[in-house]
């Protein structure tokens, strides 16, 4: 078994273009050419040590819901449904319109990982261009992220439009 520290080094001396030969698994694969395409900005700590990579500015990294977002909103007990799920208007186009602009765009769903295959299916009979899908969002709503990376919502009600600045009432921690 090769050390970890003699692998990162050959993988500096060959360069990232060439990790997917390297690679193994087919995941590692997929995140790798995943962080080649959204040029990933490197960031620093004030310390000079690495931190998570950023997206440029002008990036957005969509998290978009399936199920009432984009579609009739169908329980995952019903997965019978999801295959004819009738798409709402101007989701499409909005969509592939932000990956067009090179904007980051993942479906963020309660489905399950048991509904990844007719999910992907739908996804592909209408046209929509994505980077990946995250399944298992916990049901519910209410939802409040915390992270140390620039978060903003929109709450979809209805119609999918262009994106427009507004004030808005939020929650912050107390200082």
Known sequence: MVPLGSFLQVIEQIGLNRINE??????YEIQVTKYEKMNLEVALDENGNHI????????????IDIDGTIC???????????????IYEGALDMINKWFEEGHIITFFTSRTEEHRPVTERWLAKHGFNYHGILFG???GGNYHWIDNHIVRATRYE?????LVMANA???VFKG
Do not use: W
């Not at 390297?22 to 995941?27: D, G, S, T, V």
């Not at 998570?52 to 998290?63: D, T």
């Not at 009739?72 to 009738?86: K, L």
């Open 22 to 27: 390297l690679a193994n698994y087919r995941n």
């Open 52 to 63: 998570s990579p950023k997206l440029p500015q002008e990036v957005k990294n969509f998290l």
């Open 72 to 86: 009739d909103d169908i329980p995952n007990e019903e997965p019978e449904r999801m295959e004819d799920a009738v």
């Open 137 to 139: 969002k916990p049901r």
């Open 158 to 162: 209805g119609k999918f439009t262009e």
């Open 169 to 171: 009432k939020i929650q």
